[in-house]
């Protein structure tokens, strides 16, 4: 039932798939040194090993906006200046975003108290052909790759001026146009397909790498394991970024392992990894360009674990109180107040720069214009309607087989026979068919 002229076009994808994968073997073992395997050092001394070296964490500067070494500064002000005005963009638009959902205008989000820096920074190392593919918390990632306040609300309400049109969950972001993947709610679901997407870049001489991002629960599912020792195994030009950020959802991280972390488990799996400050905006910037150069070099994945803290709940649908309570809170502070606030790190270190004056007073007054901005940008969303029903089924084949049309037909028997328990003011009156451009794939 699919189109001749589209299946004509994946045939010939798939006969191309064929022709490459005779050469697999080749292609996935030359890039390696096979002088490293079959050798093993013999002792007579009966020992178990218990332990491993304690990751260090990579901090570029500290809490003051002092620099440990000249070399980390590789941010110039305007990127920089870019970064900043992101963090505060985020935590300021996480602000309405959340009173949105209090007075039921949005019927979920995902706030990023404390983790702004990870995204933006990420995203401001690489380069602008690599692609990502997100868990849920990196709103600073895909504005940094063009998306604005105005375009995340669409895409959280899902109406006519979503992207999607409202198909992706409300936390869920992508434009492929964009180099945003499309993404799953479903934990680690993505990092086997980043390891696929990455060994095909490297199959086909690309310069250019995929970014995986998944929290460390992810690391408790099974395709955490295989996904990593596919990108491994393959040499996927996959850079893996571990937000470690103490809870995956009510869960603490010493109820999620008892190892040293996420990171090490990436040397277990034969891939450079680092631990890197996540409130370090210098640290998070150096570590992925370098993380960046070093999969080029090597063909094959790195691994990069961000230390951080989660400020807020998880979710609108979650109530950290009841887990984090005050006794709890009082054993994190230590931490918390050893990592800081990003924005405020950053913002000091420009001011030492010479490239803010009085920072802190910058940073509000962006925040405020921020926060006015977005309050404007509400009031629209509000007034857009939601995409016509019938394009729910729409968008995948170019044109529609058989069961997709007889499942519109019975969809619209059933709406005209009970128009009261479906109250469409709020839809659009006109379907969009076909709204995404079908490109021809290679």
């Known amino acids: 039932g699919i189109n001749a002229e589209y299946m004509g076009q994946e045939v010939g994808m798939i006969r191309n798939a064929i022709k490459k994968a005779f050469g697999m073997r080749a292609l996935s073992t030359t890039w ?5 395997y079959y050798k093993y050092d013999y002792t007579n001394k009966m020992e178990f090993i218990d332990h491993t070296m304690r990751f260090p964490v990579f901090r570029a500067m500290d809490l003051e906006g002092n620099v440990f070494d000249k070399k980390y500064e590789i941010g110039d002000k305007e990127t920089l200046t870019k970064i900043l005005n992101m963090m505060v963009t ?9 009173s949105l959902h209090r007075q039921g205008r949005i019927t979920f989000y995902m706030a990023t108290l404390f983790e702004e820096a990870i995204g933006p920074c990420i995203g401001a190392a690489i380069k602008p052909q690599d692609t990502g593919l997100l868990q849920y918390r990196e709103q600073g990632f895909i ?17 006519t001026k979503d992207f999607n049109k ?3 969950l409300v936390f869920i972001y992508a434009n492929p146009e964009r180099g945003i993947l499309p993404s799953s709610a479903l934990i680690g679901s993505k990092i086997g397909h ?31 394991h295989a996904g990593l020792n596919f990108a491994s195994t393959l040499g996927s030009q996959t850079l893996f970024v571990c937000r470690n950020n103490g809870y995956a959802i009510s869960t603490p991280i010493y109820d999620q392992y008892a190892g040293d972390g996420i990171a090490p488990r990436g040397i277990g799996y034969g891939m ?3 631990k890197v400050d996540g409130c370090d905006p210098l640290a998070i910037l150096y570590a992925t360009k370098q993380a960046r150069q070093m999969i080029m070099d090597r063909k094959g994945p790195v691994m990069i674990e961000t230390y951080s803290y989660r400020g807020g709940d998880h979710s609108t649908s979650d109530s950290s109180d009841a887990y984090r309570t005050k006794e709890v809170k009082a054993k994190l502070k230590p931490y918390i107040d050893s990592i800081g606030d990003p924005i405020i790190r950053l913002r000091k270190y420009m001011e030492k ?6 920072s802190e007073e910058y940073v509000t007054k962006f925040g405020e214009q921020v926060r006015a901005e977005c309050l404007e940008i509400a009031k629209e969303v509000d007034a857009t309607p939601h995409p016509h029903w019938k394009e729910m089924l729409e968008g995948v084949y170019k044109e529609n087989p058989w069961h997709i049309k007889e499942q519109h037909q019975e969809l619209e028997e059933h709406i005209n026979k009970h128009p009261e328990c479906f109250p469409l003011s709020s839809f659009s009156k006109q ?7 079908l490109k021809k794939l290679s």
């Open 431 to 437: 379907p969009t068919i076909h709204y995404h451009k």
């Open 272 to 274: 450079p990894a680092i």
């Open 353 to 358: 720069k010479g490239w803010l004056n009085n």
């Open 166 to 168: 409202g198909k992706c």
């Open 143 to 159: 504005m940094w790759k063009g998306y604005t306040p105005r375009e995340i609300l669409h895409a959280v309400k899902g109406t």
């Open 32 to 36: 390696k040194n096979m002088d490293n």
């Open 194 to 224: 980043a390891a696929g997407a990455g060994y095909a870049y490297r199959v086909n001489k690309e310069d250019k790498i995929i970014v995986n991002f998944f929290g460390e629960g992810a690391s408790s599912e099974g395709d955490f």
């Open 90 to 98: 985020h935590r300021e638009m996480d602000k309405v975003y959340l």
